[in-house]
């Protein structure tokens, strides 16, 4: 049996359960009222199932146990991405505030993750090459024939091979064939370097093979994918523009676009583009996205918006435009912060959707003992903010601090660091700290490996954080940061920073907090 204590939320009395019955806080996630961010606070701690208190075992763990411990974590971390889009994802829904869609057998599906794969391939298959003709030299042809050859193995395709076809269209500047040679060459050179997420060489052959070949949208449908895939939002809709100049007809163009305006903001110009992809090819995907934007603009009609350099706040009208003003006066202090502490700043303005209570549970599909939501999938952070005052109360600044870092570590790392790094940084970034947050006993009970559920989760979370960053520091952190979002691999990025996996990482973590703290 837990021992009771009174919720830190709604102030229900003498609370025995994992959950509040009344309004269904988990203290893990939650902060009493009044108090302030990163002040010590009463710990409520379960182990299991939220109807599954946490039992004590009579003895302390031995090191298998630490191990056991520490692999259930390397669990969470593989598969923490998914958890944190279940947790911070929206609700599906059919809402449309424009006309309706033809209904389809997956209506309601809702995409998740990164943005859509187009359908054409980075390299050109060597049976689409038109070879040189007679017409050029016996010499130029073997030089030609050898890189047919090569472009069969396309990640073999290398400068020098590069070099090699501008020189054969130097001589040979007529020749169509030499043209489309060059093009397949800097196009597969260009996909070697993206598989490796060097994006800078990646660009600069795409531009190449977009000066090669002005008519042709292969260079420009790349330069969309590459841009997306790096999150730079303007340069792809720069490059989906420029392929609907050439083809009109272009599905994979069409859907870029639209991905790329909901990620610009621009969700109206969003459902057109998608709809004009439908219109050229059925596709479910396709489909859903435009039911879920269409479910944010049903969300959000009537809202008053005000914008700064690195926002766009909506809010409910007159009756919240005091608490909005101050809470982007407190978004543009938090974003100053990060962007020193993290060295980093987002690529895009980020949306902020100010709801009321109600509103904000229906529109998040979050969890009701969430405090605030950004949603990686659209990029918007969105926040309850009924009740509040122009005097914003600790609970809400560090919400909102918060819910800025899951943006600014989404964007650094192009989607792929681990929920467990994202929910420990972020409570890091709110000051909070473990020897504040727990008594000595509970912080044995997180040593040992018997805190579960979502406090086990969330405090698991902010002690690994504190572990690396007392490691490297800060600096290590923004280095592991910058390498995932450089390689798309946080294994990788661990093993640059830090020596060793995240599954590594997470050993070393468990045995250095149970030598430190366990009981036995």
Known sequence: MNPPMDCPRCGQPAVTEAACPRCGVIVAKARPR??????????????????DPAREPSGGPSGLTIV?????LVVAGAVASRQWDRLHRRRESTADPTRPLPQSGNAGRVPEGPPPSLSVPLEVPVQNLRLPTDQVP???????????????????????????AEELLTRNPDEHGIRDLLEAVLLNAAARHRRQRQYAPCIAYLERARQVQPSSTRPLLALLEVSMDSGNWAGAEAAARAVLAIDPRSFDAWQGLGFTLVREDRSREAVEALRAALE?????????????IQKTLADERGMAERHLAHFNVRYDGEEHEAVGREILRALERHYATLAGTLDYEPTSSIAVILFSREAYYDAAGVPTWAGGNFDQNDGRIRIPIRGLTTSLNPHMDGTLLHELTHAFVYDRTRGVAPGLLHEGLAQYMEGKRIDSMLTRDQVVLLADGRIGGVAGYYLSGLSFVEYLVANRGMGGI???LKAMGETRSVDE???????????????QWARRLHQQFGSG
């Open 68 to 72: 056991v411990a520490a692999a259930l």
């Open 138 to 164: 016996d010499a130029d042809r073997g030089r030609a024939d050898d890189l047919v050859r090569r472009l069969a193995s396309p990640a073999s395709m290398t400068a020098p091979d590069v070099q090699a």
């Open 478 to 480: 923004n280095d592991l």
């Open 34 to 51: 009044g108090t302030a961010a990163g002040a010590p606070a009463p710990a409520r701690v379960t182990s299991g199932r939220p109807e």
């Open 493 to 507: 990025a661990f093993r640059q920073v830090y020596g060793t996996t995240l599954s590594g990482a997470l050993e």
């Open 280 to 292: 050229i090819r059925d596709d479910e995907n396709v489909r859903a996205m435009i039911e879920r």
